[in-house]
């Protein structure tokens, strides 16, 4: 999973007028194309990346600084609403629009399946006492790459810098942690060497799985700091609306040289309007602000 970036502060409850005046460059637009060269609003989804034009945009803010209203629309549809400078706005979810798994759902999902694989550990620790203490068979994985956490470790990869340092840090650890069983049920085979085993594993337990426990917390934590959503206003077609982007990463420019429009069959939503990508950069998906909702 590509874990999203963190959304800059910059960035965030800041009018459009502002992020022009700071980086807008001077608008070029030929008689054959749409107003294509500019700066734009850059964020990222799964895999895909996306580009909004900033002259479309009117605010941006957090999504704590809102508080939106679910309001019926039919039988089983609802939309969301707001109040911004006096006025009534809906609220869509871009994810939703698009019909593309939410990142703020799959970092959920990694929260919860963190906390899942740190229980698991604690569980490890107190099977391995109790087989050292009665002299039953230890039957959970012995092997680092062969427990849940390890399976899911070992092609676990994140472009969040942060998160992956604190990833990196959970290899040693969590290798020594496993490394205790078969040292220590050796250890008891002679039954003079049961105390030493026991104080060995509990000196263990405060230090190496300490360690470890507080590697799942700091990783938590940075997850935690991602699910930070941020409301983007738009104003196209004489009406005012807002997206919810689960974060959003700079401001680009853009130029009419950039731009690649798209076929047909790479379009398959009605605001795709092509790509933008400068000389061996990374690919864009371009954004209508007009079509993004129908």
């Known amino acids: 999973m590509n874990a999203p970036c963190h959304a800059p502060s910059s960035l965030i409850a800041r009018p459009a007028t502002d992020l022009i005046e700071d ?14 060269a500019g700066s734009y609003l ?21 999504r704590d600084a809102i508080d939106p209203h679910d309001i019926p629309r039919g039988k089983s549809e609802q939309s969301r609403i707001f109040t911004f400078q006096e006025e009534q706005i809906s609220l869509y979810n871009f994810s939703g629009l698009i019909g593309s798994a939410s990142q703020i759902e799959e970092c959920q ?14 569980d490890w620790m107190e099977a391995l006492e109790a087989s050292l203490e009665s002299g039953t068979e230890f039957s959970k994985a012995k092997d680092p790459h062969q427990c849940a956490f390890g399976r899911w470790y070992d092609h676990y990869h994140t472009n969040d810098e942060e998160l992956r340092a604190i990833m990196v840090l959970f290899d040693a650890p969590h290798k020594r942690i496993h490394s205790l069983a078969d040292t220590l049920l050796s250890m008891v085979k002679d ?90 950069g990374e690919l864009y998906i371009r954004l209508e602000p007009a079509h993004l909702i129908t």
Not at 42 to 62: E, G, N, R, W
Not at 109 to 122: G, S, V
Not at 261 to 273: I, R, T
């Open 23 to 36: 980086c807008l460059m001077s608008q070029a637009a030929t008689a054959n194309q749409t107003n294509i």
């Open 42 to 62: 850059t964020f990222h989804l799964s895999q895909a990346k996306y580009a909004l034009p900033v002259d479309a945009i009117q605010y941006i803010t957090t």
């Open 109 to 122: 999902a990694l929260i919860d399946m963190l906390d899942q694989r740190k229980q698991d550990h604690l």
């Open 191 to 280: 039954e003079n060497k049961v105390a030493e085993a026991l104080r060995i594993l509990n000196d263990e337990r405060h230090s190496t799985l300490k360690q470890l426990l507080r590697l799942f917390g700091q990783a938590k934590s940075r997850l935690s700091d991602m699910l930070k959503p941020v409301v983007v206003i738009l104003h196209a077609n004489d009406r005012s609306y807002a997206v919810e982007l689960d974060s959003i990463d700079q401001i680009m420019e853009f130029n009419n040289s950039h731009w690649l429009p798209g076929k047909e069959q790479d379009l398959k939503h009605p605001c795709y309007d092509g790509f933008l990508q400068k000389t061996e």
